[in-house]
């Protein structure tokens, strides 16, 4: 059914208060887990990420940085704010701020994007990402430009859904040349 339903399912069933995602071909850094504890029941934040890093092509952790710091939309002309968000592979909400924003939107299409569209709604909402260093993820690179072409066009519908769905963050695509 798609990323959003997976994570909201696994929001349904877990027991705690701080809900903690990472993909499932991934590596979590030794302390990953209390990273997220710490930056959510401990300091307060609402939600929270961290560094990604490279797994080689072995799958063995990598030092290689993909992205270290949020990812974020700035303010276009007319949008209320800059818009930080995290990548789905590595980011932990307070149970209170996913059940604000609604959990995570399963009419999005299957792959992609539902980590903007979160960022996004928590912005709305007024509710913040903290980003902390030791919450670290290995992430795996698609292998070859077909399967990074591949993912890249994947995830272009969604994200077309989510600049629909938030006119109030994107500058109108339709005066674009």
């Given at each position: 059914?798609?990323?959003?339903?997976a994570?909201?399912?696994?929001?349904?069933h877990?027991s705690?208060?701080v809900?903690?995602?990472?993909?499932?071909d991934d590596?979590?850094s030794?302390?990953?887990v209390?990273?997220?504890?710490d930056?959510i029941?401990?300091e307060?934040?609402?939600?929270v990420?961290?560094?990604?890093?490279a797994?080689d092509?072995q799958?063995?952790?990598d030092d290689a940085?993909?992205?270290?710091?949020?990812?974020g939309?700035?303010?276009?002309?007319g949008?209320?704010?800059?818009?930080p968000?995290?990548w789905?592979?590595?980011?932990?909400?307070?149970r209170?701020a996913?059940?604000a924003a609604?959990?995570?939107?399963?009419?999005?299409?299957?792959?992609g994007?539902?980590?903007?569209d979160?960022?996004?709604?928590?912005g709305l909402?007024?509710i913040?990402?903290?980003?902390s260093?030791?919450?670290q993820?290995?992430?795996?690179?698609?292998?070859?430009?077909?399967q990074?072409?591949?993912?890249?066009f994947?995830?272009?519908?969604?994200?077309?859904?989510?600049?629909q769905?938030?006119p109030?963050?994107?500058?109108?695509?339709?005066?674009?040349?």
């Amino acid at each position: 059914v798609g990323l959003p339903h997976a994570r909201n399912v696994g929001a349904r069933h877990a027991s705690t208060d701080v809900l903690v995602y990472c993909d499932a071909d991934d590596v979590v850094s030794p302390g990953w887990v209390r990273a997220a504890w710490d930056a959510i029941g401990v300091e307060g934040h609402g939600a929270v990420s961290g560094p990604i890093l490279a797994l080689d092509e072995q799958g063995r952790p990598d030092d290689a940085v993909i992205m270290d710091e949020l990812d974020g939309i700035g303010a276009s002309p007319g949008a209320l704010r800059d818009y930080p968000f995290f990548w789905g592979c590595n980011f932990a909400l307070a149970r209170e701020a996913f059940s604000a924003a609604g959990g995570f939107d399963e009419s999005l299409p299957p792959y992609g994007c539902d980590d903007l569209d979160m960022g996004i709604r928590l912005g709305l909402l007024g509710i913040d990402i903290a980003y902390s260093p030791v919450m670290q993820v290995h992430y795996r690179l698609p292998s070859g430009p077909r399967q990074r072409l591949r993912r890249k066009f994947r995830a272009g519908v969604p994200q077309a859904c989510v600049w629909q769905r938030h006119p109030t963050v994107y500058e109108d695509p339709s005066g674009v040349q």
